[in-house]
């Protein structure tokens, strides 16, 4: 076996655009390679916030990603968010356009559950895009004041120092 460096997809963390740099690689004799992934955490991490930031709409293998990276079963990310899990599994396998009101609240949930994670300040700059977003929600009234309240509080609670840290959606 031989040991060298390259690069190489990575379809295992379920996003499809994503390739590994200068990862070490094991190559056989019959042409079998096996790649070495250090840090999986840590890597799917910076993936959750490179999905979270990302500029353009969310996709449902998106969706899932960061359901799965934050530990949620289908079922109690689309209670979490607001949705009969019969569609969420629709959005995720793409067989229904995701809305642009969910993609904003997919997006501030996981970004907020992310800062949570790694003790950092949800950014004081995401509070107008959640302010916005209850105002056109056609969720309930329960749903909003709950990830309101909670996000809310978990950015005065950590005050703004670090918040530069935490990516967040645009």
């Known amino acids: ?80 968010i607001g949705l009969n899990y019969v569609t969420l599994s629709k959005f995720e396998n793409e067989r229904s356009a995701i809305p642009r009101k969910l993609n904003a609240l997919v997006r501030l949930f996981c970004a907020q559950s992310l800062c949570e994670r790694h003790n950092r300040p949800l950014p004081t700059r995401l509070i107008p895009l959640l302010e916005q977003l209850e105002a056109s929600l056609d969720m309930g009234h329960d749903l909003r004041m709950n990830t309101s309240s909670r996000l809310r509080r978990g950015s005065r609670s950590q005050g703004n120092s670090g918040s530069k840290n935490c990516q967040s959606p645009p």
């Not at 060298?4 to 379809?11: F, N, T, V």
């Not at 799917?44 to 979270?52: G, K, N, T």
Request: charged share 25%.
């Open 1 to 80: 076996m031989k040991r060298a460096h390259g690069d190489e997809p990575y379809p295992e963390c379920g996003l499809d655009n994503v390739v590994l740099v200068n990862v070490p690689v094991w190559e056989c004799r019959n042409g079998h390679r096996d790649v070495q992934v250090p840090a999986v955490e840590q890597l799917h991490d910076v993936l959750a916030q490179a999905v979270v930031s990302q500029s353009w709409p969310l996709k449902g293998q998106d969706i899932r990603f960061l359901r799965k990276h934050l530990g949620y079963s289908v079922r109690h990310f689309s209670d979490v």
